[in-house]
């Protein structure tokens, strides 16, 4: 019983922190998995690692061939996609049911996440993604859906790969404070119990960020002569 316990918690802490490496783009797309190092960063035996490798396969963030080796996931457009169309849908539907589900908890924690954020652009790089997703979690989880909380850390999770794309794109350059004011908007109208508007700004404000643009270049990258498409070289 011990041992399952602890083989447990090591795989979970392998995939957690493994899965942190990926999202981020510690390790790259495409990239090999160099599996006995990263046991040994991380302390720990192959086999909690190779299980947490298998939980992030199921996930999509790693590729296994035949031969048991392991690479991160390339992006592509169309899973940028994918993830976009199921977050236009899920995240003005998150913001409707906080507008009328909103605790005085709720509102002071999206109140606090407003103040701490920043342009996204890639002059402020993490810390802006950080406050942008910290205030948009704030705000879904004042839907009060436990269902939809979980998809939308999934989605918002794998989104933020395709963010960072967006960020070396000539639009991360731009001040972007139509979207700092788009967020003050949406926790008026949140704040004021207009479901229906603060769903219609979150679809529009969803359909003008950076995730869009990436899918845009991926898309005109994949149309590219194979030379030319964006894979960073793995290691």
Known sequence: MTSTNVFSSKSDVAYVELRELILTGALLPGSRLAQHDLAGSLGMSITPLREAIRRLS?????????????????????????????????????????ATRRTDDDIAAMRGAVERLLPVTRTWGEE??????????????????????????????????YRRVGLELPPGDEPRTRDLDEHHQLLELILAGDGPSAAQLMRDHITRSLTASAINALEQRENLPSHAYFHPTPS
């Not at 790693?62 to 976009?84: C, G, K």
């Not at 205030?135 to 989104?159: P, T």
């Open 58 to 98: 199921s996930e999509g963030l790693v590729d296994l061939d035949a031969h048991r080796d392991a690479r991160v996931a390339r992006m592509s457009a169309t899973e940028a996609r994918q993830l976009f169309e199921v977050r236009l849908s899920l995240d003005p539907s998150a913001a409707e049911l906080a």
């Open 128 to 161: 802006a993604l950080t406050a942008h997703r910290e205030f948009h979690r704030a705000l879904y989880l004042a839907s009060h859906n436990d269902v939809l909380i979980r998809l939308l850390d999934d989605l918002w999770d794998k989104s933020d790969r």
